[in-house]
């Protein structure tokens, strides 16, 4: 059985007559009577009531004609869909995103410009860490996230720069009186450190130490968390200092305080980073959407 077969039928119910319904389909009379035997032979059951001056549909024809008309219907509504996700007006886009970086700035303002300008885009998001982030990325697991590719990324990723980062040192609010009111790196070496495990990205921590060693000391790790809010939660708790982003200074926890110190630089910029032979037409629009934020500032860096 082809679709052909079921718009024949449709026109003969509609026009009662095989010559009428030929006319409408720009098909010749014999062809569509030859479709019409065939489809009732494939059937097993005659679908209309042959009258002397054309053709009615029985009970078997009325019950066929409204399903063949809902499958149709169907049909187009699946075309017209897959047009519209071939033009990224539709369909779905998974992107990751370490939790920090959608608290303020430039990814909330990417994510609602998109959600809104494409309210019939299907968006999933994916709290993860940068390393996990790039393992589903390259699976394919995931469109593209937003992540601090510290060590570089992938070859088979791309990366577009989102915002330039750095680190700051939190504190227990409790130890104010401890800190200088411009202090250097040093001024913590004495200081129990609150960190994360080397593995969890071994560049960032590489530099964490590489920027204490220039200082003159070692840091003395007393306790270890996974994410920066457990590490936060820590330093709450008054168990150490931590250099953390300095995106956390725009949520600061209740009992932590940041420092600025005029000696530390690590950087930690900001990419969206997706696979460079992902070819959803979701992510490309979601691309132009962020270079368009991108380039009208819509964010401005927190200070």
Same mark, same amino acid.
């Given at each position: ?21 030929? !006319? ?33 549909? =029985? ?29 990224? !007006? ?8 370490? !939790? ?5 700035? +430039? ?42 590719? *510290?060590?570089? *990324? ?14 700051? +040192? ?42 204490? =060693? ?24 008054? +168990?150490?200092?931590a250099i953390v982003n300095d995106a956390n200074v725009a949520r600061p926890p209740a009992l932590v305080r940041f420092a600025r110190v005029r000696d530390l630089s690590v950087p930690l910029d900001l990419h969206f980073v ?30």
């Amino acid at each position: 059985m082809e679709l052909r077969h079921l718009r024949y039928f449709l026109m003969i119910a509609q026009t009662e007559n095989v010559r009428r319904a030929s !006319e409408n389909l720009h098909v010749t009379q014999p062809a569509v009577s030859r479709q019409l035997h065939d489809l009732e032979s494939e059937l097993g059951v005659e679908l209309f009531e042959r009258l002397g001056r054309g053709l009615r549909l =029985n009970a078997a024809g009325q019950s066929y004609r409204a399903d063949v008309s809902r499958l149709l219907a169907l049909l187009a509504a699946a075309g017209e869909r897959a047009r519209r996700v071939a033009a990224g !007006e539709a369909g779905l886009l998974k992107l990751g995103y370490v !939790e920090i970086t959608a608290w303020e700035g +430039i990814v909330p303002d990417v994510l609602q410009a998109f959600t809104g300008g494409h309210p019939d885009m299907r968006l999933e998001l994916m709290p993860a860490d940068t390393l996990p982030q790039l393992k589903l990325i390259e699976d394919g697991e995931l469109d593209g996230g937003f992540a601090y590719p *510290v060590g570089g *990324v992938p070859v088979n990723l791309t990366s577009q720069p989102v915002r330039c980062g750095n680190v700051a +040192i939190a504190f227990p609010s409790g130890w104010s009186d401890r800190i200088a009111a411009e202090p250097s790196l040093s001024d913590f070496a004495a200081f129990p450190f609150v960190g994360f495990p080397r593995e969890d990205c071994p560049a960032h921590y590489d530099r964490i130490l590489a920027a204490c =060693n220039a200082a003159g000391f070692s840091p003395c790790f007393v306790q270890q968390g996974h994410t920066e809010s457990s590490i936060l939660s820590l330093v709450s708790a008054g +168990i150490g200092v931590a250099i953390v982003n300095d995106a956390n200074v725009a949520r600061p926890p209740a009992l932590v305080r940041f420092a600025r110190v005029r000696d530390l630089s690590v950087p930690l910029d900001l990419h969206f980073v997706y696979r460079s032979n992902n070819f959803n037409p979701a992510l490309r629009v979601f691309i132009d959407t962020l270079k368009t934020c991108l380039a009208s500032g819509a964010s401005s860096d927190p200070d």
